[in-house]
């Protein structure tokens, strides 16, 4: 049992979507109650996973290794260790307030809505848990299908151009993703005469730095897309705003952090020195998702796009917090994965919540809310402080640790990424202000009925999670942190390996005399 | 006087085309029979399936025969397996359709399997001069079936577009295998390819032109770019059956050949690795570029199938058993596929007044979920997505690729099958998100097709989930070439 | 100038001939009658080349029985060239079509050129007999024995093409002609659409 | 340890009892429960404090720390931050002040707020502001003070919003917080600069360390001060982080009292002495805080002088009054800047309070041009009014006139100090007397310039009210009497009290400074008594123009029309502001959206996307339909192909 | 004593008459003629390089090809018949319904 368990987390959802189609059409209660259930359930499997986690122990835990393809050396290898620990309880709990959330807005097409939910849940699970990279492959295309039509079908207006962008965006990146697999797998038969997908092993096989920067540079581009990183987030306030409210919630909670744990699992450990070369352009970039995302949410009209930017520089954060390359901002980053999908996908949970009041998201037919609405008020609040990373939330921790490793690895770059944190408060604020505060000027406006129980039970989970990781994230981070070291030591092995053999960290572009001294200082540290 | 005994027949190694020709046979022997008219597909199907039991138990028994005029190798069976079934599902497919539109005629089934013989006649020679014939053997009931809506206009101009392209092609095809058998005094490929360094060394250009002519008569069969723009029209005149039949089989015949004198005919010709580098580059690109505006989901389909024809040549390009092998398994993957579309595009169309335009399909989801989510999945599957076969297909073609060392090519075909995910997402938005206050006008599942749907989707599905049968399959049929 | 190659000239130019003056007839019949003249060119050919039997077949079967069908064909649908069907292409389409079918020949004739000159081209190929190339034994050897399949494979071949053209072109009791309307119709809605 | 060490949690953790209770059930309980519930917790909390505090009292001065780690808050790395309370002497007189004043406070709002409707929430936001302040003071770390530190900004910001239905209150608020996030982005900078020097923050280790960690006058600590020092100069409304607080008026006239004037706001000053050792360090940032402090105090008390909102005056004279305590903390006079802290809450507070009970009796209305007279209809406020008045402007004998007194000679005598700094803090005296002196006399004296509904109105506080008005005038007399000055002869056990907190870094300094003291004794007598004078005929000042001769105003009005519009418009600062901050960014912004996003990226996408379908319309010319066509690119295809396998 | 290339040729010169006939005639039949001519073209290379290279192969081949193009005809010719009862045109450009 224990050994099946992840085979179990991941494929109990999409068991729920087959039994969904034994259900009619028409009963949408049975339907919505089934889909309740399995997510549920999945979700208390994911605890039950979370209980037996180890967190002393380094390196994967529940590992499950079959063929499955043998000869093209495919496998069917899971694992998870803090950080996919983390993402997989993130996903499950989300998943299971989307399906409450969905529960009144989905009146059409029910049944396909549940079963693209669940399927989506697998797939989602099945990337944190893939050790194999053909599976994880798989599995990050598989969670494409159901999000398409999940925007495509049950969207907002442009629902048609948002789903295709979303699609074609996390394709192009994918695609040559795919190519560098491929790659991989052949270099690898080269070093070992096996084929073989295994992340594991592909990480302790040293790779040539010309090949490493190719390869970095296709993997990055797959999640950067994702992530996402600065020019390629175009398509996403697109699909965040025409995607329905749980598509959101999923999208931005669990889907980019695809691809920062993308970069986390795969990038930094099997490519330690490109991740060095490119470490200056990856953060540069991060910085500017962070105040470019800030800025631009600053002047949207549309509260669910103004968020969606908001995701951009959340995820900014991220991405810095990962490339300061130590202990500190990495854990920092994990944190703030799960932070940003607690914290976004209950913005969007909210912002949802009054769309179907509504049906209408923009900012200036609103105002004055509060007086009408004050618990959905109160909700609101305290999402949106902990979005702005108010201290004993949980944007606080993840965003400290993140500025505090950030500012080890390169100053200015902390110094940059903080000013991000007084535009959030700008951003998140001054929409709080026009959404809730003045008079009620519309009137739409003046007989909104509060929000009710089924809206409670979504929220008070978040707001709770909120307050935890806020206040004693000590068990969130004493999982990550194993994990964290593990990550860095293979880019440091690595990395001071190749300086040893070869002269090209001292011709890295970056090769600020003190930064790199700070730097392999941080090495030893984080070994010790 | 004359010495019969030299011809070594051995009907062994023919058992499957005389199954399919016996069958076709008795079609036109019973076909106008009144009482016996309902049992013709039943008697194709049976044929079929003899010749699929006969081919099976020619897997590992490699032989060659009748003065080295057939090679019975895995490599011909496996083909012989991708025609014989994707003929069956085309019986599944056409038998209501043609009865709806008042086409059907027993002729059809003979000629279908007179047309699949020729297949395999193709698949299991390495001597030109059986390559030619049975590409003819294949070709002229092509030409007779896509104007087999004779009322049809469509259909008469995709008839005589086809069969004057096809002919015409021919022509270059003969003229190639006259001079490759100028050069080389034989027209049996091992030869050829045995003495190629000789050839070459003595009449270079006449090896050139000939191995240039023959590579082009194949090319216009399996639609590469240039040779290609037949394809839409005659895909999209022709009846749709027909056309689901046109798109898988003679393209997969094509590729046998070619397979077979990429690697034992034209070995050492030096410019041949980089004619099939540009003509997979061509294919997949204008293919794809052309999909992308199709409002007519048949034509649509046609260009895509360019498109997958691209795919193939990938391998063909890269070189070596792993491309050869991988070409097999997409070819098998493809036909899955490709019929499982073609079936439903065909089932929409026996709805009267449909002309498979995209518009078509808007409320399909609501109103046939089933029948929706299995476009679907044969789109996605199209487009590559996992856990389809089209992805292991595109997979295994790339890493060949990559294997060879042909990582730009496979960038390039990857970067494709980006661009054909717009057009086939383009069906899945017409049928899911498109919405329309107009009924959806009732579709009527025949036993035959609802039984194709099943087998193409199951196929497309588990052969994507558990692919490592096929995977043996593919490479088995590589590995006793003769 | 032997006589041999003064055969093989007046025959070469007028196989050419025949075959030129076959595209560029107004009137289909002519056009098969310059075919006619072509072929029996041609058959001179082989003779030269020794193939006499191939010769006779080459008459026999292609002027005699295939040419006629294209005439009957003709006939039956009694084309007189009422219909102006010569090249009415755009001059550069024009200059596009003659251009690369020139390429075409260029190539095939640096090709043909090539070879064979120094191997038995020098020889001649007409006058002796060394062998029994070109007789009706030998052909049937070959033909029963090494390409017995071959052989058998063009009866399938003739079927389908039987079968085929019965089917397409029997004309069946339900078959009403398609009214001039319905062309028109896709004619201008073509059109429309163009 | 001692013997109420452990209930040390419960200081800050009972207001936020109170919070969760009033708060959770939002509006649900009776007025009666909520005001108990709100101010018991506060209450609860005070008394607890001073059992503290007598506690700590009973240890010798050296071992006068206690300390409680509840859990441990953020591993990771390096990094260990506990949620952990220390209480030493200076956070002792902190709490004090902060749970003192504050259950004032809240027994005033009971009044204040009765008719509000939105009671519960406002006792529940108080509540928290309370537990986030005393997390402030008891922090154990730089980053459990960052907590408080952004918690009281939080609250700051809810309670100036609190009446959200006025835009101006709302944008006040945002406000507020958004400059405060400025000055934290710098606190948080700072706090990274000392981690990964020091390798903790917590606040002992800290200390402990600092010496051997830096070097003195270094860059790395000068700049972890600064930027320490910009924290601070955000949450205290410092030059150029000042504009929020004038604004933060709009918010209850209680919370002006307890966030804008006793504690929040002096949380600036609090983390500097807290840092003091660091600061002790770095000489050149002391030399900035006490340039910006000086600076502030006399640029706020200008404007103060030419408003006419009642509350802006007070805000502007807290603005001023914290310029003295980092004007203190500037010149290393840290136990001086916290006297100051202690008695400016008393008077501020009382200020302020007692402006809420003008503006409560007059319905709402807050500009001093409408009142004038109201002695006689107010006598409690009236009077102890006069007392905070007197308090603040300095009058010997009440609190304002030791601390102040302190300071200025701090800031003379100082190694660290100067005259001008001095000259600076002793102008800023003069018009402090003057700007309170006319407001009280434009408000409780002179003509009643208020209308006639409003007077029908007026009315004396009620009980509520008006007991934490006395109370907080008697600790403001006799607030001050703890701190009196040496020179005097009396002892400063102010001083005393906080030594030990003060003595790790301040030691240096200070150590010479008794024999310094006693050697200028005479200069202190007499810089005591010019101040005095200087304060004196401010006041006479202030009476002529405001009480005796109204006209004089107007006049001088009319003849510094020029000075007056850039005070009554404080010096344009907002909008200069709005002109070279906000502006630009929010035009950024637009652009980056609407060009950069829209047009550049999305367009280049966009335009990638259509190119494709144009090239795929192009190409479909050639699938012209002509089989002849067909057949023209099939020969052009093997034309090519052969030449290439020919030419190769 | 005529050199086997000029045979070759002659087979070159029909051929590329015969492409040249179906590029430009718009008559069907004649298009079907000159693809007649293509292959004829080829046969006649075919028995040129049987005679240079004294095998038989050639002629069977030719023998072969000749009901080939017999077959096509059969077909094409039927194919003709069907299309002018239809369109009642054997104009070939008329034949362009399908495009794009």
Not at chain 1, 415 to 436: D, K, P
Not at chain 2, 75 to 104: D, E, N, P, Q
Not at chain 3, 126 to 132: H, K, L, M
Request: net charge neutral.
């Amino acid at each position: 049992m224990e050994r099946d368990i992840l085979t179990l987390v991941i494929f109990f959802p999409m068991i729920g979507a087959g039994l969904l189609l034994l259900v009619p059409n028409a009963r949408h209660d049975s339907l919505k109650s089934l889909s309740l259930i399995m997510a549920f359930i999945t979700m208390l499997l994911s605890f039950w996973l979370y209980a037996m986690f180890d967190p002393l122990a380094q390196g994967m835990q529940f590992e499950v290794n079959l063929p499955w393809v043998q000869s093209l050396g495919i496998q069917y290898h899971l694992g998870v260790d803090g950080i996919s620990l983390l993402l997989i309880l993130l996903t499950t709990v989300l998943t299971v307030l989307c399906i409450l959330s969905s529960w009144n807005s989905i009146t059409t097409g029910v049944k396909g809505y549940f079963m693209s939910m669940l399927i989506l849940e697998s797939g989602m699970i099945g990337v944190f848990c893939a050790l194999d990279l053909f599976l994880f492959y798989v599995f990050w295309e598989l969670m494409l299908v159901p999000m398409y039509f999940i925007i495509g079908v049950w969207g907002g207006p442009r629902r048609v151009y948002a789903a295709i962008k979303f699609v074609l965006f996390t394709m192009c990146g994918s695609l040559l993703m795919l190519v560098a697999i491929i790659y991989l797998l052949f270099a690898y038969h080269s070093y070992s005469g096996v084929y073989s997908f295994d992340m594991l092993k592909i990480m302790d096989m040293p790779i040539p730095y010309r090949a490493q920067l190719w390869l970095f540079g296709a993997f990055a581009l797959a999640f950067a897309i994702k992530v996402p990183i600065f020019p390629l987030h175009t398509w996403l306030p697109d699909a965040h705003v025409e995607a329905p409210t749980a598509g959101s919630v999923i999208l931005a909670g669990v889907l980019l952090k695809m691809g920062a744990y993308g970069f986390i699992r795969i990038c930094l450990p099997m490519f330690p020195q490109a991740t060095l070369a490119y470490l200056p352009y990856i953060s540069i970039l991060a910085l500017i998702a962070i105040i470019y995302g800030a800025l631009v949410a600053m002047v949207q009209k549309d509260v669910k796009s103004l968020v969606a930017f908001s995701s951009v520089s959340h995820m900014g954060f991220v991405m810095l917090g990962m490339f300061a390359l130590n202990v500190e901002g990495m854990e920092g980053s994990v944190l703030q994965m799960i932070n940003h999908g607690i914290s976004t996908g209950a913005l969007f949970l909210v912002v949802g919540m009054i769309y179907e009041r509504r049906h209408t998201r923009l900012i200036s037919e609103f105002g004055g809310v509060a007086k009408v609405m004050p618990t959905y008020a109160a909700f609101f609040m305290i999402v949106t402080l902990s979005s702005i990373g108010l201290p004993f939330t949980n944007g606080f921790v993840g965003e400290f640790l993140v500025l505090l490793g950030t500012f080890k690895a390169n100053r200015v770059y902390a110094v940059i990424g903080a000013s991000g944190v007084i535009l959030a408060a700008c951003y998140m604020l001054w929409m709080y202000q026009r959404v809730f505060f003045g008079r009620v000027t519309a009137d739409e406006n003046k007989n909104l009925r509060d929000i009710d129980w089924r809206e409670r039970i979504i929220l008070i989970p978040l707001v709770a999670l909120v307050f935890w990781i806020g206040i004693y994230p000590k068990p969130f981070l004493e999982r990550i942190e194993p994990s964290v070291r593990q990550v860095l030591s293979h880019v440091n092995r690595q990395a001071a390996d190749a300086s040893e053999k070869s002269d090209h960290l001292s011709q890295a572009p970056d090769s600020d005399g003190c930064e790199n001294s700070l730097r392999s200082c941080d090495v030893k540290g984080a070994l010790r | 006087m004359i010495d019969f005994s030299s011809a070594a027949i051995s009907f062994d190694l023919i058992s499957p085309e005389i199954a399919l020709l016996v069958a076709a046979f008795v079609i036109l022997l019973i076909g106008h029979l009144r009482s016996l008219a309902r049992v013709v597909a039943p008697v194709a199907l049976i044929g079929l399936m003899t010749a699929l039991g006969l081919a099976s138990a020619q897997w590992d028994r490699p032989a060659s025969g009748f003065s080295g005029m057939v090679t019975c190798d895995n490599f011909s069976v496996a083909f012989k397996m991708i025609f014989i079934v994707a003929s069956m599902l085309t019986v599944g497919i056409a038998h209501r359709f043609f009865k709806v539109k008042g086409i059907a005629r027993p002729e059809f089934y003979a000629l279908l399997l007179i047309s699949t013989m020729g297949m395999m006649v193709m698949a299991s020679s390495a001597d030109l001069v059986v390559l030619f014939l049975g590409l003819e053997i294949m070709s002229v009931p092509l030409y007779v079936m896509a104007a087999f809506a004779r009322r049809s206009l469509e259909s008469n101009e995709a008839g005589i577009k086809y069969f004057i392209l096809g002919a015409f092609a021919s022509a270059f095809l003969l003229m190639g295998i006259a001079f490759l058998f100028g050069a080389s005094g034989t027209t049996d490929l091992r030869r050829i390819g045995a003495n190629m360094h000789f050839a070459v060394s003595r009449f270079p250009l006449y090896t050139y032109v000939g191995a240039a002519l023959t590579l082009i008569g194949f090319a216009f069969k399996i639609a590469a770019v240039p040779f290609h723009n037949w394809v839409p029209d005659v895909y999209q005149g022709a009846p749709t059956p027909v056309t689901a039949y046109f798109s898988v089989a003679p393209k997969a015949a094509g590729f046998a050949a070619l397979l077979r004198l990429a690697t034992i005919g034209l070995v050492d010709v030096p410019a041949i690795p980089v004619v099939f580098w540009v003509l997979a580059v061509l294919t997949m690109s204008v293919g794809n570029i052309l999909a992308l505006r199709q409002d007519n989901v048949k034509r649509m389909l046609a260009y895509s199938s360019i498109a997958h024809a691209g795919y193939v040549l990938v391998a063909l390009a890269a070189g070596g058993d792993d491309a050869v092998a991988a070409a097999v398994l997409y070819l098998v993957a493809y036909t899955l596929f490709n019929l499982g579309a073609f079936a439903v595009v065909t089932l929409l169309e026996t709805r009267s007044g449909r002309r498979s335009d995209m518009s078509e399909l808007a409320g399909l989801s609501r109103s046939r979920p089933y029948l929706a989510a299995v476009l679907a999945l044969f789109m996605f599957s199209l487009a590559g997505f996992p856990p389809t076969v089209g992805f292991l297909g595109k997979f295994y073609i790339f890493s060949a690729a990559v294997k060879g060392g042909f990582i730009g090519l496979a960038v390039i075909g990857v970067m494709n099958s980006f661009l054909s995910v717009y057009y086939y997402l383009r069906v899945v938005k017409a049928s899911y998100l498109d919405r329309t206050d107009q009924p959806f006008a009732r579709v009527s599942y025949s036993p035959g097709m609802v039984l194709v749907l099943l087998i193409t989707a199951a196929g497309t599905l588990g052969l994507g989930i558990l692919p490592q049968r096929l995977l043996e399959l593919s490479q088995a049929a590589v590995q006793a070439f003769l | 100038m032997t006589l041999d190659t003064a055969v093989f000239f007046v025959s070469a130019i007028v196989a050419v001939f025949g075959a030129t003056m076959m595209i560029v007839q107004r009137n289909p019949v002519a056009s098969v009658l310059y075919l006619i003249v072509s072929l029996v060119a041609q058959a001179v050919l082989y003779i030269q080349l020794g193939t006499v039997f191939m010769a006779a077949v080459l008459v026999i079967v292609y002027a005699g029985a295939i040419l006629v069908l294209f005439l009957f064909v003709i006939m039956l649908l009694n084309l007189r060239g009422q219909e102006d069907l010569s090249d009415n292409s755009q001059p550069l389409s024009r200059l596009t079509k003659y251009f690369v079918s020139g390429l075409l020949f260029v190539e095939l004739w640096f090709a043909v050129k090539s070879g064979l000159i120094g191997d038995v081209g020098g020889r001649g190929v007409t006058g002796e007999f060394p062998d029994t190339f070109g007789s009706v034994e030998q052909i049937a050897v070959v033909l029963f024995t090494k390409y017995l399949y071959p052989f058998e494979l063009t009866s399938v071949l003739i079927l389908a093409a039987i079968v085929g053209a019965v089917v397409i072109a029997r004309r069946e009791r339900d078959d009403l002609p398609i009214s001039a309307s319905e062309v028109a119709d896709r004619s201008i809605a073509d059109e429309v659409k163009g | 340890m001692t013997e109420h060490s452990q209930y040390l949690f419960l200081v800050p953790l009972l207001p936020l009892a109170g919070f969760v209770i009033n708060g959770l059930l939002l509006g649900r309980l009776p007025r009666p429960v909520i005001s108990l519930v709100g101010c018991a917790s506060v209450g609860l909390s005070f008394f607890i404090s001073v059992l503290l505090f007598f506690d700590l009292r009973a240890l010798p001065p050296a071992a006068r720390i206690i300390e409680q780690v509840l859990f441990s808050w953020i591993p990771a790395g390096s990094l260990h931050v506990d949620i952990g309370y220390l209480l030493d002497p200076l956070s002792a007189v902190m709490i004090l002040v902060v749970s003192g004043v504050g259950f004032l406070i809240h027994v005033y709002s009971v009044g204040y707020m009765r008719h509000d409707a939105s009671y519960g929430r406002y006792f529940a936001y108080l509540n928290l502001f309370t537990f986030a302040m005393l997390t402030l003071v008891l922090a154990d770390s730089f980053v459990l003070m960052f907590v408080g530190w952004e918690g009281v900004g939080l609250c700051s910001y809810l309670l100036i919003g609190f009446w959200f239905e006025r835009k101006s209150a709302s944008d006040a608020g945002k406000k507020a917080f958004i400059v405060n996030r400025i000055g934290d982005f710098g606190f948080l900078i700072g706090m990274f600069i000392i981690f990964w020097e020091v390798g903790s923050l917590h606040f002992g280790t800290v200390m402990h360390a600092a010496p051997s960690v830096f070097a003195a006058g270094g860059a790395l600590i000068t700049t972890a001060c600064i930027l320490l020092f910009v924290g601070a100069v955000g949450k205290s409304a410092q030059i150029p982080l000042f504009v929020w607080l004038p604004d933060a008026m709009e918010g209850p006239t209680p919370v002006s009292a307890l966030i804008h004037a006793a504690t929040m706001v002096t949380a600036g000053v609090y983390m500097i002495a807290r840092a003091s050792a660091l600061f002790m360090l770095a000489p050149d940032a002391l030399m900035v805080v006490a340039i910006v402090g000086a600076v502030t105090a006399f640029f706020a008390a200008t404007i103060g002088l030419a408003q006419n909102d009642i509350k802006r005056v007070l805000a502007y004279s807290t603005i001023s009054q914290l310029g003295y305590m980092f004007l203190a903390c500037g010149v290393a006079a840290f136990s001086a800047g916290i006297f100051h802290l202690m008695t400016h809450a008393y008077f501020k507070a009382l200020l302020f309070l007692g402006a809420g009970a003008v503006i409560h009796a007059l319905s709402g209305q807050q500009d001093m041009r409408r009142m004038g007279g109201l002695r006689k209809y107010l006598p409690v406020t009236y009077w102890t009014f006069l007392i905070a008045t007197l308090a603040i402007a300095g009058i010997p004998g009440f609190s304002g006139f030791f601390s102040k007194d302190d300071i200025l000679w701090k800031a003379f005598s100082s190694n660290a100090g100067g005259t001008l700094l001095w000259m600076l803090g002793f102008a800023t005296a003069g018009l402090t007397a003057f700007y309170m002196f006319r407001l009280f006399y434009l408000t409780f004296h002179g003509r009643e310039r208020m209308d006639d509904h409003a007077r029908s109105h007026l009315h004396e506080a009620p009980g509520s009210m008006s007991i934490p008005l006395v109370a907080l005038a008697v600790l403001s007399v006799i607030g001050g009497w703890v701190g009196l000055p040496h020179v005097l002869g009396f002892t400063n056990h102010f001083e005393h009290w906080l030594a030990p907190v003060f003595a790790q870094g301040g030691h240096a300094v200070e150590s010479h400074a008794p024999a310094a003291a006693a050697a200028n004794a005479g200069m202190e007598m007499l810089m005591m008594v010019a101040a005095i004078g200087f304060v004196l005929f401010s006041v006479w000042l202030a009476s002529l123009i405001y009480n005796r001769k109204p006209e004089l105003a107007t006049s001088a009005r009319e003849r510094l029309y020029g000075l007056h519009r850039v005070l009554l418009n404080k010096y344009y600062v907002d909008e200069i502001y709005a002109a070279i901050i906000v502006r630009p960014v929010v035009y950024l912004s637009l652009f980056l959206w609407r060009i950069v996003d829209v047009i550049f990226i999305d367009g280049l996408i966009n335009g990638l996307a259509r190119l494709y379908g144009d090239v795929s319309e192009a190409l479909r010319g050639l699938q012209s339909g002509q089989v002849r066509g067909y057949a023209t690119v099939f020969v052009a295809g093997v034309v090519a192909l052969v030449a290439y396998v020919m030419l190769r | 004593m005529v050199p086997i290339t000029l045979y070759l040729t002659v087979g070159a010169v029909l051929f590329g008459i015969g492409v040249v006939g179906v590029l430009i005639c718009r008559n069907m039949i004649v298009m079907f003629m000159s693809i007649e001519l293509m292959l004829n073209a080829a046969n006649l290379v075919l028995i040129a390089f049987a005679r240079a290279l004294r095998v038989p192969d050639g002629q069977a081949f030719v023998f072969l090809v000749l009901t080939v193009a017999a077959a096509e005809a059969a077909v094409g010719l039927a194919m003709v018949i069907t299309l002018y009862r239809n369109r009642e045109t054997v104009n070939i450009d008329r034949f362009n319904f399908m495009k794009w």
